[in-house]
């Protein structure tokens, strides 16, 4: 094992010698991470695992929780849970590795966020195909993550040698005044299902770019992005105990790790009930957070919109990941005038996708992740059809193996029905009208959530009002342009606190010190 202890010093000659080191660990070949399992079948499935002070920790009789393939339902393997004396373990590595960590060179975490990119990219079949086999989508889809990921894992490596202070002019001008930034210490987070490999290197890299140390729990049911993660980062040279990966019950895990002193920072990607609560402990301990939480993104299409190209464009997108996407658009307002223009191409696009396993080349639509998820489209869809909604397309779960729903399109609803309130977070679009511009607005702006929107019009005058008064974190118009690594991705409301992505990456991860002497 690739050891490196640094810590317990911060005199600049040590450090110096560290730097030297690990350049040196960059440099060279990478001891590799610890081979997978016998190949069978599901041949080439993760090896799952603990991460812990830069080792691979395997079930060893701990307890564990078999991980499915939400297509075929096959069990691909069996994932460790972590012990309350693991958790202390990780803790314990994060606190010793940020000592040594948070003094280390820029230049260093950029070379080794570097080197991630790259063994992304050179892995991002074999990724990819894990994640399809355990979260389900289309293996394009999933490969395709893990290309703009390694973007992720670049941009971080960039942005991370441009962490600023600054030099305030004094009254008195005997006087130094200086700001500067440093890592806020070690951080847990804890990150979903949906975009496994997204969410949880885009919260890696922004934590280790800045100098802090980071405990990540990632999701259970869609274990292998994470477990490659870690992989990439000991293969890229990252020191032991910077990065720290755990499994469990969610609940008993981030309970434990945001009450110990040790943790200073909070990070949280999933539902709005599960950050608020997460969110107020982590305020019971006046520890910072960032929330990436959910949405219910209006899409608004003007009369004067290309509203063929629009409503194509918007059934593929809203298909993407079978609607399982925190910015997937959810509520549909039309305007009268081009209202069955529009029904009529968004229902033909939506039919024509093929729904099916992720890894037949042919699928464009893979099924749900979880059967949980089944049921919960099951009541929009009964909600709506209590409250008079048609059921134009779809409606039901598919009548074969697998966590399968079929998309589905719904029309009439009442302003206060689930579909049009609450995050579907599958694949249904529910579709109505409006008239007045200021009243669609309004109705846009109505729920108190803020994450993401979408405008088409031809109009720059309509664009314009829209971008200035939808009160959401992104405002698309004429096109999906969010979630680049150059540009920063939040919410407002009840969406969240905070952006990852673009030069606010590291906010979150940064302290403000003033310091001044004379
Ligand atoms: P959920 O609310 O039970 O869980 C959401 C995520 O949070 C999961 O990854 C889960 O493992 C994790 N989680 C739950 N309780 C936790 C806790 N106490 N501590 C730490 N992590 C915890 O719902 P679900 O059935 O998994 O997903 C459905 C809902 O979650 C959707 O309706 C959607 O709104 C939301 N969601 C949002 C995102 C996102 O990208 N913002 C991602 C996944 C799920």
Not at 114 to 124: F, I, N, T, Y
Request: with cysteine; glycine share 8%.
């Amino acid at each position: 094992m690739r050891s490196l202890r640094c810590a317990n010093t911060t005199s600049f000659s040590t450090v110096k010698t560290c730097y030297k080191v690990l350049r040196h660990i960059v440099a060279t070949p990478a001891s590799h991470s610890p081979p997978r399992q016998t190949r069978t079948m599901h041949d080439m499935y993760e090896t799952l695992a603990l991460y812990i002070d830069g080792e691979f920790v395997s079930s060893d009789g701990r307890k564990t929780e078999e991980v499915t393939n939400p297509s075929t339902l096959d069990v691909l393997g069996h994932l460790p849970h972590a012990t309350t004396k693991d958790l202390d373990r990780a803790l314990a590595a994060a606190a010793r590795a940020f000592e040594t960590w948070r003094h280390s060179s820029p230049m260093l975490r950029s070379e080794i966020l570097r080197k991630v990119g790259q063994l992304s990219r050179d892995r991002a079949q074999e990724i990819g195909r894990n994640m399809t086999l355990d979260q389900g989508k289309p293996l394009a889809e999933a490969v395709g993550e893990i290309m703009t990921c390694s973007e992720h894992a670049d941009w971080h490596a960039e942005e991370c040698r441009r962490i600023y202070g600054r030099v305030i002019t004094p009254r008195n001008p005997e006087v130094r005044q200086m700001v500067l930034r440093e890592p806020i210490g070690v951080c847990a987070a804890f990150t979903p299902w949906n975009f496994p490999y997204n969410q949880a290197i885009r919260k890696v890299c922004a934590a280790i770019g800045s100098g802090c140390t980071i405990i990540l729990k990632g999701p259970e049911d869609s274990p292998s992005a994470v477990m490659a993660i870690a992989r990439l980062f000991h293969d890229a040279g990252l020191p032991p105990g910077v990065l720290n990966i755990v499994w469990g019950v969610p609940s008993e895990i981030s309970d434990y790790l945001i009450r110990s002193p040790i943790v200073r920072k909070v990070s949280f990607t999933g539902s709005v009930p599960v950050g608020k609560h997460i969110a107020s402990l982590a305020g019971a301990h006046m520890k910072r957070v960032t929330m990436e939480l959910g949405g219910h993104s209006p899409v608004i299409v003007f009369e004067d919109a290309d509203i063929d190209r629009a409503a194509k464009q918007l059934a593929r997108f809203k298909l993407r990941n079978a609607g399982q996407v925190c910015v997937s658009p959810t509520r549909f307002y039309v305007h009268e005038k081009a209202y069955d223009q529009f029904l009529e191409t968004f229902i033909s696009t939506i039919q024509s996708v093929k729904v099916g396993d992720g890894m037949d080349p042919e699928t464009q639509m893979g099924p749900l992740a979880h059967a949980r998820r089944v049921p919960a489209m099951t009541k929009f869809v009964e909600n709506a059809l209590e409250l008079g909604g048609k059921v134009l397309l779809g409606g039901e779960p598919l009548d074969r193996t697998g966590h399968f729903f079929s998309p589905t399109v719904v029309t009439d609803l009442p302003e206060h029905s689930m579909l049009m309130t609450e995050e579907p977070f599958g694949p249904i679009a529910p579709i109505t009208r409006f008239s007045d511009t200021d009243d669609v607005i309004k109705r846009a702006n109505s729920l108190p959530f803020g994450l993401s929107s979408y405008v088409f019009t031809n109009s720059l005058q309509t664009a314009t009002k829209a971008a200035n008064n939808i009160e959401a974190g992104m405002v698309n118009i004429n096109h999906f342009g969010s979630a680049l690594p150059e540009t920063p991705f939040g919410g407002l409301k009840d969406s969240g606190i905070g952006s990852e992505g673009g030069s606010e990456t590291f906010e979150g991860y940064l302290t403000t010190k003033f310091v001044t002497h004379i």
